[in-house]
Each structure stands twice: as structure tokens, then as C-alpha cells.
């Protein structure tokens, strides 16, 4: 079964290879990018099932790499995850369609999260959110 390809974009050398190393089994391929806008250009060249993405980032954050991602008309799940908890950020995230939130450090559950992804993204089963995810929603909802 084909795996497909995963991005991880992270301002920290150290946490991208950690990640790369630790989900490896997951992908065909993994690219690595420091910021969204090396990300964006990765996208545009590859083909890409799944990104795992900081979401506060210098040069472009998170939320405005799926804002791009999106206005190329791609439906790539993304997966943020942040050790800030900055919950506007992460509503806005929410708003132009995050697939789900991991918090840092302990990234709890993040081979899972990445596995359903990727199944998303290669169009293996229908997307399914979190719980987490679906309490984003509800409150970006009720503003």
C-alpha cells in the first residue's frame, strides 16, 4: 500500500529531524521546511498527502501557510500542533480548515494523528476530527 508523503514545517533543526525520524515508518517520503514559506514551495513541487506543521513560525506561521495552501486549491490535511496554546491563532487555523491540534512538547498521539492524515490525504477513508477538533469548531462557530 502506497504511504504517501508528509511535510513537517518547524523553525527548530533540532524537533524537524526528531519528527522525521520518529514518523518515517509512516511516509514514502518526508520533506522538512523551517518556515511556510520554504513549505509552500515544497508544495508546489511535490506531491504532498499530509503536513505536520509549528504553528508559530517566523517568515510565515502556520495559519498563513494553510490560508496559501488553500488559495492553490488544495485540500492537504494539516496538522498543527504549538506549545503556546494561542487559541485566536489556532481558530483562525480551524477557520480555513486544520485537520487537528497536537500541544507541545509531549506531542501525545502524534503517530496516530499523522497516520489519519495521510489516509485523508490519499483519499483512503473520509476525514474524521478529533474531539479536540470539534470543540475549534463549535466555538469558531458560536463567534
Keep these: 500500500m502506497k504511504k504517501g508523503n508528509l511535510l513537517i514545517v518547524d523553525d ?5 529531524e526528531t ?11 518526508i520533506f522538512l521546511a523551517i518556515n511556510g514559506k520554504m ?7 511535490e506531491s504532498i498527502q499530509c503536513i505536520l506543521c509549528d504553528i ?7 495559519v498563513e501557510l494553510v490560508k496559501n495552501i488553500r488559495a492553490l486549491g488544495l485540500e492537504t490535511p494539516l496538522i498543527f500542533y504549538t506549545g ?6 489556532m481558530l483562525e487555523a480551524v477557520k480555513y480548515g486544520a485537520f ?14 499523522v497516520e489519519r492524515g495521510l489516509q485523508v490525504g490519499r483519499g483512503d477513508h473520509q476525514e474524521s ?8 469548531r463549535k466555538l469558531l462557530a458560536s463567534q
Design 100 to 113: 487537528d491540534f497536537i500541544n507541545k512538547p509531549a506531542l501525545d498521539h502524534i503517530e496516530e494523528v
Design 84 to 89: 503556546h496554546g494561542n487559541h485566536d491563532l
Design 39 to 45: 513549505a509552500l514551495e515544497i508544495i508546489k513541487r
Design 56 to 62: 508559530n513560525m517566523p517568515v510565515m506561521n502556520g
Design 129 to 136: 476530527k478529533s474531539d479536540f477538533m470539534s470543540e475549534y
Design 19 to 29: 519528527l522525521k525520524y520518529n514518523l518515517s515508518d509512516l511516509a514514502e517520503k
Design 12 to 16: 527548530e533543526p533540532i524537533l524537524l
